[in-house]
């Protein structure tokens, strides 16, 4: 990830702060501490020039960048869930106050093994055909930009592209 802009809370008012590699150190370890510690993300996307926002419990996460969501087939979010559609996950930590804007893209889960993993004994109270419930899915979100509100500072991180 590249930091592309940073920006800190000074006399009132934000100033961009040129010297970006200040912070990489720093960044890493809230955007870590941030990512790790959260269980709920509230989901937006804009359909019919609405925002339309879902909180959703966080199943799995790797790598600061990948989340997994259980959901229904038939759910509304997942309905929409489109190559081109962007999705804002925001995560908030009540503790240090600290937040964290995620945009990026989702997918239906297809692999068998991951939606195994995040099944929970008490999804069969819901889905009548256990794991193989037509109506089961696992949302699967992978972040290519980042915001960290922190601290009165605020970090705009993108994936570089390979």
């Known amino acids: ?77 997942t309905q929409v869930i489109h190559p081109e559609l962007k999705f804002t996950l925001f995560i908030y930590d009540q503790e240090s106050v600290g937040s964290l804007m995620l945009v990026g893209k989702m997918e239906i889960e297809k692999n068998e093994d991951i939606k195994k993993e995040v099944w929970k004994e008490e999804f069969n109270d819901w889905y009548i055909c256990g794991i193989q419930s037509e109506d089961y899915a696992v949302i699967h979100f992978q972040a290519m930009e980042y915001r960290i509100f922190n601290d009165g500072v605020q970090i705009k991180l993108e994936k570089q592209v390979v």
């Open 1 to 77: 990830m590249e930091i592309s802009e940073v920006k800190v809370w000074r006399n009132g008012k934000w100033s961009v702060y040129e010297n970006r590699e200040d912070y990489i150190e720093w960044c890493d370890s809230v955007l870590s501490s941030l990512f790790m510690k959260a269980d709920v993300a509230m989901c937006s996307y804009i359909q019919n020039d609405q925002v339309i926002s879902k909180a959703m419990y966080i199943v799995k996460k790797k790598d600061n960048s990948e989340l997994w969501f259980n959901s229904d087939s038939t759910a509304e979010l």
